[in-house]
């Protein structure tokens, strides 16, 4: 049994008692899997592997991230069955000797303590997280094809073999460990156990926005292998609900009549729409927040900072502009396949090819100077 902790000290004991009576049937060890928590997590585990037989405990000071501790819990296991199970009590030991008895009698290669399988449940979680979990698996089913029901499952046993197979392939960034197994070996054996998703008492979750991102990130990773840069996929997916946001507030200025004005600087200017003004205002916003907080997460700006960034944003934003009119200009010139397309048709490609270069161009300049990546 592996179980990844990170400030978990109330509860660790109580899952230990219950892992204990759970199994009293079947030898088995406990590791947890520690990332140096702040609450001493790690030193209450010591103190009960004084009195509790086959219970170690692995203090990690670096790499820290939950699927990380799993693979360094798991790599030091002895057992010929791996199983993970969360510390926060949610999940049932009470299932665990049905997981083992799946993988012994070669039922399974790999066994999942479902909450969404006919027989389990997700307690009373709130809706909120019914819904992130919900969206979650229907991508996993979706992009991934995986038929497991509940993929987001904590909680799982592998054979021995399948591990060592695997674990070599397995990107130990990210926090959905079953996942990156069963989206890559597509050859498993997979058995679901239902069992009811119970609530959290004692300490909180570590769910956040940069769980979602990297969730995102293992998903395009396990879909396209690590040819595409994923955080491109991202930066492009913030680009488009930039172009879904530039519309709508661009519909809402011309319902409610937002004026026009008149610069009087220059005749091809004006008049200027004010609901185009402030469209490409606020979508310029949007994509910069979402990128800063969402794509770039970790080299994010925050406080008084974020004034420069959003200034250079801007600045690229413009030079991005320019090279989009550039190049639409530039091929509708030459009038490239202007005979195959006729006159409308050219220019609708003249203006997407423009739009794929300046989206190109302006992530490169946004990693190079803005959001700047440290090498992998
Ligand atoms: N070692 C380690 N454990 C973690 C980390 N993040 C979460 N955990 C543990 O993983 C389990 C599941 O985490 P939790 O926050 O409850 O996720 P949730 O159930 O999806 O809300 C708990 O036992 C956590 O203590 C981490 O970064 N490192
Ligand atoms: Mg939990």
Known sequence: MVTPTYNEADNLPILVADLGEALRQVPHEVIVADDDSPDRTWEVGEQLATTTANLSVVRRFHDHGLSAAVLDGMSVARGSILAVIDADL????????EMVRLIESDEADLVV?????????????????????????????????????????????????????????????????????????????????????????????????SVIRSYLLAVAELRLGRQVDPAFLLYVLVGVVGLAVNSLVFSIGEAVGVPQFTTGLN???????????????????VVFVLNNEFTFWEQRYSGWKLLPAFAVFVGMTVVGTLVHVGVFSYLQNIGLLL?????????????????VVALIVNWYLNTTYLWRRRVR
């Open 113 to 209: 303590g479902s909450r969404a399988t006919a027989g389990g449940g997700y307690g009373d979680w709130a809706a909120s997280r019914r819904f992130v979990s919900w969206v979650a698996t229907f991508i996993a089913r979706v992009i991934l094809r995986v038929r497991v029901s509940d993929p987001m499952s904590g909680f799982f046993a592998v054979r021995r073999d399948v591990y060592e197979r695997d674990a070599p392939r397995i990107n130990p960034r990210g926090f959905k460990i079953l996942l990156e197994f069963i989206g890559r070996d597509r050859n498993l054996r997979v058995v679901e156990v239902p069992y009811e998703f119970r609530n959290r008492i004692h300490g909180e979750t570590k769910l956040n926005r």
């Open 339 to 355: 005979s195959v397309l006729g006159d409308a048709g050219a220019r609708t490609l003249h203006n997407l090819v423009g739009a």
């Open 90 to 97: 949610q999940h049932d030991p009470g299932i665990l000797p």
């Open 267 to 285: 005749e091809a200017l004006d008049p200027i729409y004010g609901s185009f003004v402030l469209s490409v205002a606020v979508s310029t916003v």
